[in-house]
């Protein structure tokens, strides 16, 4: 088990540093000490060469599952060679997945605190759209929320704490975030990245699957959840459920006596068939 993380979503993990960082390590691939990728960051005028300190956004990869540390060098995971790989040619599928990964890496380690946080902003503002986005309501909600759920008092919580989670659902397309005025609105949204639903799918799946049965049927509750994890509006789960039956061929979808599936054999990797 891992420390207890803080309920802080770190605000200085920017998508465009955090882009140029996972090709930079697929391209030194693990051959490379931080010093020298930072050099290599130089040799291609990458935007990140500017930062004087990586290690927040390093840990924040490493606590997203997609870096880990091999003998004191940047590698990355096998999840983070298939967003490696994947958004190398298509960059606008990496805020899906750090989008993924951030909402669902709470459920398989209960300390990542962050995660929860992060989480529970997408979810109230899902509930609530179409809404304005109001940071300190939001700081107030993860503050008050914090201490029923864990008893823990005056937790490091701030508006910095939303950006780290706006900075994200900004970077998303379609947009969830559109600016109104001088303020910011949440919408949900009438469609994702197949990668993006066919992960939450699975990750939905997993917690309704039973041993009986390899079919889990959609329940209005289970449709509503991948909704949340993609930001979608519920109307549109069934075509991107057609979607994703049409791309992957571990998704089995039956529409006799209500929609159901089933999920054999699906790992990150698949994303990349």
């Not at 956004?57 to 060679?81: A, N, Q, Y």
């Not at 559109?178 to 699975?202: G, I, T």
């Amino acid at each position: 088990m891992t420390n207890t993380s803080g309920f802080h979503v770190r605000h200085d993990l920017l998508p465009s540093h955090t882009y140029e960082i996972i090709i930079l390590l697929r391209t030194i691939n693990g051959s490379g000490t931080l010093e020298e990728i930072q050099q290599v960051a130089e040799q291609h005028g990458f935007t990140v060469r500017n930062r004087k300190d990586w290690s927040k956004p390093l840990r924040s990869l490493m606590e997203l599952g997609i870096v880990h540390s091999d003998k004191k060098r940047p590698v990355l995971t096998e999840i983070g060679r298939v967003v490696a790989h994947l958004t190398a040619f298509q960059p606008d599928l990496l805020p899906d997945f750090i989008h993924f990964l951030y909402y669902t890496c709470y459920d398989s380690d209960l300390e990542k605190r962050f995660s929860w946080s992060y989480r529970l902003i997408c979810d109230s503002l899902w509930n609530s759209a179409p809404c304005v986005v109001n940071r300190d309501k939001l700081v107030n909600l993860v503050t008050a929320q914090a201490l029923a759920a864990f008893q823990v008092n005056g937790i490091s919580f701030s508006v910095n704490s939303v950006y780290g989670v706006l900075n994200w659902l900004n970077a998303l397309e379609p947009r969830c975030i559109v600016p109104q005025l001088d303020e910011q609105k949440f919408l949900r949204r009438a469609y994702c990245s197949v990668e993006l639903f066919m992960l939450s799918l699975y990750h939905v799946f997993r917690f309704h699957q039973d041993a009986d049965t390899p079919f889990v049927p959609i329940t209005p509750n289970f449709r509503k959840k991948v909704c949340q994890i993609c930001l979608l509006v519920p109307e549109f789960f069934s075509e991107m459920l057609d979607q994703a039956d049409a791309n992957f061929d571990c998704l089995q979808v039956r529409h006799e006596r209500g929609d159901r599936i089933a999920i054999k054999d699906f790992s990150w990797s698949v994303l990349e068939s």
